[in-house]
C-alpha cells in the first residue's frame, strides 16, 4: 500500500514537472521574417573646418571695368559682362528596357511592411539626435500565438559589405539607430546588432491581428563622416508551434 | 619743256595739299586692352549596355522563400534588366545592370542623367491603377562586387519630360523643360574630358502596396557637357 502511494505521487510530481518544462519551452517555428532598409543622408557639419584668409593686395586688374573698343551706333554688339548662351552638346543613347514580374507574397496574410518614406526617399539628418515619427508600420497576424523580433541585420555576426558599421554598429559598441512602439511604450531601444536572435518587438495571441508604428529616434556621431548609409532591419515572426 | 614742268609743278601741289586731308579723315589712335572668351564647340557621345558583365542578374529576396534568376528577356550585352519573378515585400539587388560610356572633347567634362521615361507600366494584368511610382521603387548605385539588395543607392525619378514613342522607347525630349533633365536626375559627372566608363547596378525595393503584375520601364541616360 505504501509502495503503492509512492509510485502514485511520483507519477503527479512527473507530470506536473512535464507540464510546467513543455509551457517553459513552448515549441516555437519562424513563420516569415522581413528586412526594412532606412536611407539615410547625413548632411556634412554646419561647423566649417577653416576659415576664408582677407584677400590680398594685387596689382589692379586691366578688366575690373568694362571699356567698349568697339560699337555700331550705341549699343554693345555682345553686352560685356552679360552671359553668353552657348549650345550645349548632349548625347541620349538608346534607353535602357526595365522589367520584373511582380508575385503574391505568400507571407503577407502573417507579417507586413508598410513603409512611409520620407519625400525625397531618404532621410536627411544632421549631427546629434534625430526623431522618425512612425518611420514604418508592421503588420502581424496568425492562428497560434506569436512574437515579433528585431534584430540590426549587417553586423559582424552577418557578414556582408560594409557590416558592423554606421548605423547598426556591432556589439559591443551600441547602435546608433533605436526603436520604439508608441502604441505600447515610449521608451526607445537600441537595435540589437548582436546577430540573429534579436528582441521581442512586441507579442500576439491566437488569431490576433495588430498593426503598429515604429519609431526610430537615430543619433549620428561628430566622429560620422557625411555621405550616405543604409540601416537594415530584419523582423521575425516566430508562431508556436501546434 | 616748259610746258611739261609748269604741269609736274601743279601735280606736286595737288599732293601736298590734299595728302594731309586723307591723313585727317582717319579716327585717332589708340590703344588698350581686351578679354576675349571663347569656348571650342565640343562633342559628345555616349553608349549603353544593359548587362554588360558575366554575372549580371538579380540577386536578394531574402526571406521571400524564391531565388530569383534573371528573366528570358536579359541577354549579356544587351537586352532588358529582366529581374525575372520577384515576390511583393522583398528587396532586390540587378549586377552589371548598364554601363554607360562617354567620349567627349569638352575639357569642362560632363554630366549624365539617368530617369524613368514613366513610371512603371503594370500589364499581365493591368493593374488598377496601371502605372506604380517609379519613385522609391527602383534605384541606381555604381557597380561594385560588394553591393548588396541592402547596399546604400539613389532612387530613379520620372522624367519631367516628354517621353518618345510608346512609354519612352526613343528616350525623352526635354525641349520642354528647359532642354536638361532635372538636377536630382544626375548619376554620374567628369570634371574632364576624355573616354569614359561607368557601371551601375540596379536596386527594386518591392514596398508591400505594389499589385502583382508584370512591370515595364525605360530608363533614359542623357549626357550633357559642361
Given at each position: 500500500?505504501?509502495?503503492?502511494?509512492?509510485?502514485?505521487?511520483?507519477?503527479?510530481?512527473?507530470?506536473?514537472?512535464?507540464?510546467?518544462?513543455?509551457?517553459?519551452?513552448?515549441?516555437?517555428g519562424?513563420?516569415?521574417y522581413?528586412?526594412?532598409?532606412?536611407?539615410?543622408?547625413v548632411?556634412?557639419?554646419?561647423?566649417?573646418?577653416?576659415?576664408?584668409?582677407?584677400?590680398?593686395?594685387?596689382?589692379?586688374?586691366?578688366?575690373?571695368?568694362?571699356?567698349?573698343?568697339?560699337?555700331?551706333?550705341?549699343?554693345?554688339?555682345?553686352?560685356?559682362?552679360?552671359?553668353?548662351?552657348?549650345?550645349?552638346?548632349?548625347?541620349?543613347?538608346?534607353?535602357?528596357?526595365?522589367?520584373?514580374?511582380?508575385?503574391?507574397?505568400?507571407?503577407?496574410?502573417?507579417l507586413?511592411?508598410?513603409?512611409?518614406?520620407?519625400?525625397?526617399?531618404?532621410?536627411s539628418?544632421?549631427?546629434g539626435?534625430?526623431?522618425?515619427?512612425?518611420?514604418?508600420?508592421?503588420?502581424?497576424?496568425y492562428?497560434?500565438?506569436?512574437?515579433?523580433?528585431?534584430?540590426?541585420?549587417?553586423?559582424?555576426?552577418?557578414?556582408?559589405?560594409?557590416?558592423?558599421?554606421?548605423?547598426?554598429?556591432?556589439?559591443?559598441t551600441?547602435?546608433?539607430?533605436?526603436?520604439?512602439?508608441?502604441?505600447?511604450s515610449?521608451?526607445?531601444?537600441?537595435?540589437?546588432?548582436?546577430?540573429?536572435?534579436?528582441?521581442?518587438?512586441?507579442?500576439?495571441?491566437?488569431?490576433?491581428?495588430?498593426?503598429?508604428?515604429?519609431?526610430?529616434?537615430?543619433v549620428?556621431?561628430?566622429?560620422?563622416?557625411?555621405?550616405?548609409?543604409t540601416?537594415?532591419?530584419?523582423?521575425?515572426?516566430?508562431?508556436?508551434?501546434? | 619743256?616748259?610746258?611739261?614742268?609748269?604741269?609736274?609743278?601743279?601735280?606736286?601741289?595737288?599732293?601736298?595739299?590734299?595728302?594731309?586731308?586723307?591723313?585727317h579723315?582717319?579716327?585717332?589712335?589708340?590703344?588698350?586692352?581686351?578679354?576675349?572668351?571663347?569656348?571650342?564647340?565640343?562633342?559628345?557621345?555616349?553608349?549603353?549596355?544593359?548587362?554588360?558583365?558575366?554575372?549580371?542578374?538579380?540577386?536578394?529576396?531574402?526571406?521571400?522563400?524564391?531565388?530569383?534568376?534573371?528573366?528570358?528577356?536579359?541577354?549579356l550585352n544587351?537586352?532588358?534588366?529582366?529581374?525575372?519573378?520577384?515576390?511583393?515585400?522583398?528587396?532586390?539587388?540587378?549586377?552589371?545592370?548598364?554601363q554607360?560610356?562617354?567620349q567627349?572633347?569638352?575639357?569642362?567634362?560632363?554630366?549624365?542623367?539617368?530617369?524613368?521615361a514613366?513610371?512603371?507600366?503594370?500589364?499581365?494584368?493591368?493593374?488598377?491603377?496601371?502605372?506604380?511610382?517609379?519613385?522609391?521603387?527602383?534605384?541606381?548605385?555604381?557597380?561594385?562586387?560588394?553591393?548588396?539588395?541592402?547596399?546604400?543607392?539613389?532612387?530613379?525619378?520620372k522624367?519631367?519630360?516628354?517621353?518618345?514613342?510608346?512609354?519612352?522607347?526613343?528616350?525623352?525630349?526635354?525641349?520642354?523643360?528647359?532642354?536638361?533633365?532635372?538636377a536630382?536626375?544626375?548619376?554620374?559627372?567628369?570634371?574632364?574630358?576624355?573616354?569614359?566608363?561607368?557601371?551601375?547596378?540596379?536596386?527594386?525595393?518591392?514596398?508591400?502596396?505594389?499589385?502583382?503584375?508584370?512591370?515595364?520601364?525605360?530608363?533614359?541616360?542623357?549626357?550633357?557637357?559642361?
Amino acid at each position: 500500500m505504501r509502495y503503492r502511494n509512492l509510485f502514485g505521487l511520483l507519477a503527479l510530481a512527473t507530470l506536473a514537472i512535464l507540464t510546467v518544462v513543455s509551457q517553459a519551452d513552448a515549441l516555437t517555428g519562424l513563420k516569415a521574417y522581413k528586412e526594412v532598409v532606412i536611407s539615410i543622408q547625413v548632411t556634412p557639419s554646419p561647423v566649417p573646418v577653416g576659415w576664408l584668409a582677407p584677400k590680398k593686395a594685387t596689382l589692379p586688374d586691366p578688366f575690373v571695368r568694362n571699356v567698349q573698343i568697339a560699337s555700331s551706333g550705341s549699343a554693345w554688339d555682345v553686352a560685356p559682362g552679360a552671359p553668353v548662351m552657348i549650345a550645349q552638346s548632349s548625347a541620349q543613347p538608346t534607353p535602357v528596357p526595365v522589367q520584373f514580374v511582380a508575385k503574391p507574397d505568400p507571407n503577407a496574410a502573417f507579417l507586413r511592411v508598410i513603409p512611409h518614406p520620407p519625400g525625397a526617399g531618404f532621410y536627411s539628418v544632421p549631427y546629434g539626435t534625430t526623431v522618425i515619427h512612425c518611420a514604418f508600420e508592421i503588420f502581424t497576424y496568425y492562428t497560434n500565438s506569436y512574437k515579433l523580433q528585431d534584430w540590426g541585420y549587417g553586423t559582424t555576426k552577418t557578414g556582408g559589405a560594409n557590416s558592423g558599421t554606421f548605423p547598426i554598429e556591432n556589439y559591443p559598441t551600441v547602435s546608433d539607430l533605436s526603436w520604439a512602439v508608441p502604441d505600447f511604450s515610449p521608451t526607445f531601444t537600441p537595435y540589437w546588432n548582436q546577430g540573429p536572435g534579436g528582441e521581442t518587438t512586441w507579442v500576439g495571441a491566437v488569431k490576433q491581428s495588430q498593426q503598429h508604428c515604429i519609431d526610430l529616434t537615430l543619433v549620428v556621431p561628430n566622429s560620422q563622416p557625411a555621405g550616405s548609409f543604409t540601416a537594415t532591419i530584419q523582423y521575425n515572426l516566430y508562431v508556436t508551434l501546434p | 619743256m616748259r610746258r611739261y614742268a609748269a604741269v609736274l609743278a601743279a601735280a606736286a601741289l595737288i599732293m601736298t595739299t590734299a595728302t594731309p586731308q586723307i591723313v585727317h579723315a582717319g579716327p585717332a589712335i589708340s590703344s588698350g586692352s581686351a578679354q576675349l572668351n571663347y569656348k571650342i564647340l565640343p562633342t559628345v557621345k555616349a553608349q549603353v549596355i544593359p548587362n554588360y558583365l558575366s554575372g549580371f542578374g538579380p540577386t536578394g529576396g531574402l526571406g521571400s522563400g524564391a531565388t530569383p534568376t534573371p528573366g528570358p528577356s536579359a541577354v549579356l550585352n544587351g537586352g532588358t534588366v529582366d529581374f525575372g519573378n520577384v515576390v511583393v515585400g522583398y528587396q532586390y539587388l540587378y549586377k552589371y545592370a548598364a554601363q554607360v560610356k562617354v567620349q567627349t572633347n569638352d575639357t569642362a567634362g560632363f554630366v549624365v542623367y539617368g530617369e524613368g521615361a514613366t513610371d512603371l507600366n503594370g500589364s499581365n494584368p493591368v493593374p488598377l491603377p496601371a502605372t506604380y511610382p517609379i519613385f522609391s521603387t527602383l534605384f541606381w548605385l555604381p557597380s561594385s562586387a560588394t553591393n548588396s539588395p541592402f547596399s546604400p543607392a539613389t532612387s530613379f525619378n520620372k522624367t519631367n519630360g516628354n517621353p518618345i514613342g510608346l512609354n519612352g522607347v526613343n528616350g525623352i525630349d526635354y525641349s520642354g523643360v528647359g532642354g536638361v533633365p532635372q538636377a536630382m536626375s544626375a548619376v554620374w559627372s567628369s570634371p574632364v574630358a576624355g573616354n569614359l566608363v561607368q557601371g551601375f547596378d540596379y536596386e527594386l525595393r518591392l514596398s508591400g502596396t505594389i499589385p502583382p503584375s508584370q512591370f515595364n520601364v525605360y530608363i533614359v541616360y542623357t549626357v550633357i557637357g559642361n
